[in-house]
């Protein structure tokens, strides 16, 4: 579909973010547009310190821009009160993380619903978290506890949490950063169905070529700033888009896989 004939889900308007560490600052992003339409699947690729994982923090609410303007699903992010920042977190954006960050003493069933537990959610609907498993492959592992489960079905338990409140946008940061390549790619493949088959939109962070060929769309982010945004149906495949990735960012991208 045209973009122009899509809505965005998040849009980014000349965003930067300078850390400050005693009297040194770091420019970790500037001059930021960006915008992700309702249900696309976007990877954010570039070298470790190029602001990729910045740039999820401040689309996600988990950081605030030092200056420009966020707007996820019609909110300004900018106008929210941190309590209703951390309130509108918990209903309107999945967080999906490269440690998986799953409660240990918890079973993958009450992981999945951690979300809505934290938010003082009383009844909880049984079928969706079984709808969810089901979708993610995990529905005869939900009386597991983490250290039970293999690194794969942790990211799938982590997936299905991300998605339990139903977010407008799912946000992966490195989703298969802690994983071998063959259970990364079958990650990848479920993100990629979830976008296909249930409209999801996905924002995926990763250094990896054949992890970021999976999304529809690939940003890629140099010294703070976005040099290159292109469809991934222009490359046959995942050593096509790193040879055209080190064109551009001007550095060798390992292909795994
Ligand atoms: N909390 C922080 N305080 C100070 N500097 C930070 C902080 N977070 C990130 N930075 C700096 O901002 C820049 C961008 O960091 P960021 O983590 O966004 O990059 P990245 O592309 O995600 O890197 P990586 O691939 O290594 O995770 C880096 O120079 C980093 O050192």
Not at 115 to 140: C, F, M, N, R, W
Not at 165 to 189: M, Y
Not at 230 to 257: C, K, W
């Given at each position: 579909?045209?973009?122009?004939?899509r809505?965005?889900?998040?849009?980014?308007?000349?965003?930067?973010?300078?850390?400050?560490?005693?009297?040194?600052?770091?420019?970790?992003?500037?001059?930021?547009?960006?915008?992700?339409?309702?249900?696309?699947?976007?990877?954010v690729?570039?070298?470790?310190?190029?602001?990729?994982?910045?740039?999820?923090?401040?689309m996600?609410?988990?950081?605030?821009?030092?200056?420009?303007?966020?707007?996820?699903?019609?909110?300004?992010?900018?106008?929210?009160?941190?309590?209703?920042?951390?309130h509108?977190?918990?209903?309107?954006?999945?967080?999906?993380?490269?440690?998986?960050?799953?409660?240990?003493?918890?079973?993958?069933?009450?992981?999945?619903?951690?979300?809505?537990?934290?938010?003082?959610?009383?009844?909880?609907?049984?079928?969706?978290?079984?709808?969810l498993?089901?979708?993610?492959?995990?529905?005869?592992?939900?009386?597991?506890?983490?250290?039970?489960?293999?690194?794969?079905?942790?990211?799938?338990?982590a997936?299905?949490?991300?998605?339990?409140?139903?977010?407008?946008?799912?946000?992966?940061?490195?989703?298969?950063?802690?994983?071998?390549?063959?259970?990364?790619?079958?990650?990848?493949?479920?993100?990629?169905?979830?976008?296909?088959?249930?409209?999801?939109?996905?924002?995926?962070?990763?250094?990896?070529?054949?992890?970021?060929?999976?999304?529809?769309?690939?940003?890629?982010?140099?010294?703070?700033?976005?040099?290159?945004?292109?469809?991934?149906?222009?490359?046959?495949?995942?050593?096509?888009?790193?040879?055209?990735?080190?064109?551009?960012?001007?550095?060798?991208?390992?292909?795994?896989?």
């Amino acid at each position: 579909m045209n973009d122009s004939n899509r809505t965005p889900i998040t849009v980014v308007q000349g965003a930067s973010k300078v850390y400050r560490q005693g009297d040194r600052t770091i420019s970790a992003l500037q001059g930021i547009d960006l915008s992700i339409y309702e249900g696309s699947f976007v990877a954010v690729m570039g070298a470790s310190g190029s602001g990729k994982s910045t740039l999820l923090h401040l689309m996600s609410g988990l950081t605030r821009p030092s200056s420009g303007t966020i707007t996820v699903a019609g909110h300004d992010l900018g106008t929210l009160s941190d309590r209703r920042m951390t309130h509108f977190r918990r209903n309107r954006i999945g967080l999906v993380f490269q440690a998986f960050n799953l409660i240990a003493s918890l079973n993958a069933y009450d992981n999945i619903l951690f979300p809505l537990y934290a938010a003082g959610v009383k009844q909880t609907d049984d079928t969706v978290v079984h709808e969810l498993a089901s979708q993610l492959g995990i529905q005869d592992r939900l009386t597991h506890r983490p250290d039970s489960l293999s690194g794969g079905e942790q990211q799938r338990v982590a997936i299905a949490r991300s998605l339990i409140a139903n977010p407008a946008i799912v946000f992966a940061d490195e989703p298969t950063g802690s994983l071998d390549s063959v259970t990364g790619q079958s990650i990848c493949k479920l993100l990629r169905d979830l976008s296909d088959q249930h409209g999801r939109t996905i924002v995926m962070v990763t250094h990896e070529p054949s992890v970021a060929v999976w999304a529809d769309d690939v940003v890629v982010l140099k010294d703070g700033e976005i040099i290159d945004r292109f469809p991934t149906n222009r490359y046959e495949d995942a050593q096509s888009l790193a040879a055209h990735y080190q064109q551009i960012v001007g550095e060798s991208a390992m292909v795994t896989s």
